[in-house]
């Protein structure tokens, strides 16, 4: 697996840096739950909220080995031919795991 932290108000790179908003107040909530957005205009990217409610704080999914679900998941990714390129990437990884409406 790799993660990618991002520490809200005060990191310019993470999408609460500026404050709560419709947009991000699921990272201002209960960790746990899942922040899942749009980038690019084609791929959705997988966050965990990671900080205490009240408090910014996420981490990016950034890639990950899937164990279970590997023909589904060749199904929704036919282009990737080894199991390690699944999930390989944010969009990847969201493709794979089919986290938008069929």
């Known amino acids: ?7 809200g108000v005060g990191d310019r790179a993470a999408h609460s840096w500026r404050g709560p908003t419709h947009r991000t107040r699921v990272i201002f909530g209960a960790p746990g739950h899942a922040y899942v957005y749009f ?4 791929y959705e990217c997988l966050n965990f909220v990671a ?21 589904t998941m060749r199904r929704r990714r036919p282009k990737a031919h ?3 390129d699944l999930a390989s990437g944010p969009g990847k990884l969201t493709l794979a795991m089919a986290s938008h409406a069929n």
Do not use: F, H
């Open 1 to 7: 697996m790799e993660v990618e932290a991002y520490l």
């Open 39 to 42: 980038i690019y205009g084609m």
């Open 51 to 71: 900080e205490p409610e009240g408090m910014a704080g996420c981490v990016l999914i950034r890639a990950l080995e899937p164990l279970a679900g590997l023909a």
């Open 82 to 84: 080894r199991p390690e």
